[in-house]
């Protein structure tokens, strides 16, 4: 079995601590280094190269975002290539998360999370995908949604825009943008909405919802409904 190696970046010793012991009882995790200031933070990663980095946001000498810029800078140089981060914090509003994806973090887990989610998140990480918290996907959703204009009709002539894709996907956007029906069943994705429950919210048939659920998981390169929710945030939806 691959182990994943984990740098920790905390500036509260009780939390890294705590962090450490509970992902060293994990199957396939190392940690391999812990800093608890953001600048000390950042040379770690420069010098121990790890598979992900959980980095705190809320530092006092260098914040959790200005570290994910610097670092990823770096790595534009073509240094630690495969090293991802994610950011874990108890920050949950907007401006917070979209800066941090803004940066370049990779995943955003909150620190309120159980062990067995921050085990998923720093999995699907260092498998090279981005995992999101369901409560912060919604939230930005939730805002996107209301950026969209609120008359905008169902019909398959509105159509949204998706930007800011990886490399590898952003060609795929200007060909195949999301209708607006389509936006309306990814934001029931994201709040958890089972099929049929979106057939009853939207009156239309449970067949309907599974083109529309299809169509999306193709238009934005997805595996399945958790990862729609992270291309969503990863890129944002804008008209």
């Known amino acids: 079995m691959h182990t994943t190696k984990i740098v920790l970046v905390e500036d509260h010793d009780l939390t890294r601590i705590g962090l450490r012991s509970a992902l060293q009882r994990k199957e396939g995790v190392e940690v391999i280094g812990e800093a608890r200031d953001g600048k000390s933070g950042l040379k770690l990663l420069k ?50 998360v979209l800066a941090a994806f803004a940066a370049g973090a990779d995943s955003y887990c909150m620190k309120d999370a159980s062990i067995d989610r921050l085990a998923e998140a720093l999995k699907v990480t260092a498998e090279g995908n981005a995992w999101i918290d369901p409560t912060i996907a919604r939230i930005v959703l939730q805002q996107n949604q209301k950026n969209y204009s609120g008359d905008v009709s169902a019909s398959s002539s509105s159509t949204i825009t ?53 169509n999306i998981l193709n238009k934005l390169c997805a595996d399945d409904r958790t990862q729609v929710a992270v291309r969503a945030l990863r890129t944002g939806l804008i008209r």
């Not at 980095?53 to 290539?81: K, S, W, Y």
């Not at 209708?179 to 009853?200: H, K, P, Y």
Request: charged share 25%; glycine share 6%.
């Open 47 to 96: 010098s121990m190269q790890p598979d992900v980095a959980i980095v705190d946001i809320d530092m006092p000498d260098m914040n959790g975002i200005e570290l994910t810029h610097e670092f990823r800078q770096f790595q534009a140089e073509g240094e630690c290539p495969n090293t991802r981060i994610l950011i874990m914090t108890m920050q949950d509003n907007e401006e917070t």
């Open 162 to 214: 998706i930007n800011r894709l990886s490399a590898e996907n952003s060609d795929f956007v200007p060909a195949y943008p999301l209708t607006g029906r389509e936006l309306e069943v990814l934001g029931l994705i994201v709040d958890g909405c089972s099929n049929a429950q979106i057939a009853e919210k939207l009156y239309i048939t449970i067949g309907t919802v599974k083109t529309h659920v299809r």
